[in-house]
């Protein structure tokens, strides 16, 4: 979780709704125009929000925009598929890996307001937006290598298998294959991706010796 949570004020059932609201108006719209082609009016318009309401929540199109990295970065890397003790086998991965890539199919390999997009427009914008991605990134790598871990505690990966390495490994291959399969309108970079890593995991399991 990033730190812009911390600093979100403790709001009332009602106004938690309409925060939420407005932040889910943001993350439909950057996932159809992009950061760059989403403004302030057009979430307020969308969402259903006065002037005054969208700035009680958010003082500036950044601050609404870190709060949209938080939202992503808290959800899970692929939606529909838990990480916490859920990819702890060789089947879970496969099946992890099988739901991200059919999720591109069924979404036309086309862009989403997910984390490793806000990423590819606001990475190098300002500091705060990209420590907001990184933490984001940063936490899913570590659902991931606990994951592993459990494999490993567990006798089905080899003792000397670098956990740290794995999940980045998976985690690149999901990010970077998204990014050039929604690039190139194709799901065969995804998928080759996904395969390379889960080899590579396989290639530390404990029978493989």
């Excluded at 006065?50 to 925009?65: E, P, R, T, V």
């Excluded at 990010?175 to 396989?202: C, E, F, K, V, W």
Aim: charged share 25%.
């Amino acid at each position: 979780m990033t730190d812009t949570t911390a600093r979100i004020p403790k709001l009332t059932r009602k106004g938690q709704a309409t925060r939420d609201r407005i932040l889910q108006a943001a993350v439909e719209l950057i996932a159809e125009r992009g950061v760059v082609g989403t403004s302030t009016e057009d979430v307020r318009k969308a969402a259903r929000v006065s002037g005054s309401q969208i700035y009680h929540y958010f003082d500036s199109k950044q601050a609404l925009i870190r709060a949209v990295i938080t939202r992503q970065a808290d959800a899970e890397p692929v939606p529909g598929r838990p990480m916490m003790g859920a990819l702890d086998c060789f089947d879970a991965l496969r099946a992890w890996a099988d739901a991200a890539i059919q999720r591109q199919e069924e979404n036309g390999c086309r862009g989403e307001c997910s984390l490793g997009s806000l990423a590819g427009e606001l990475g190098a914008a300002d500091e705060d937006s990209r420590q907001d991605l990184s933490n984001g990134f940063l936490r899913w790598q570590g659902l991931l290598e606990q994951s592993l871990r459990a494999m490993r505690d567990r006798g089905d990966l080899r003792p000397d298998a670098d956990l740290g390495e794995l999940s980045l490994a998976l985690l690149t291959a999901l990010q970077g294959g998204t990014l050039l399969t929604q690039t190139m309108r194709d799901i065969r970079p995804l998928r080759a991706a996904l395969n390379a890593a889960l080899s590579y995991i396989h290639s530390f399991a404990a029978d493989q010796r």
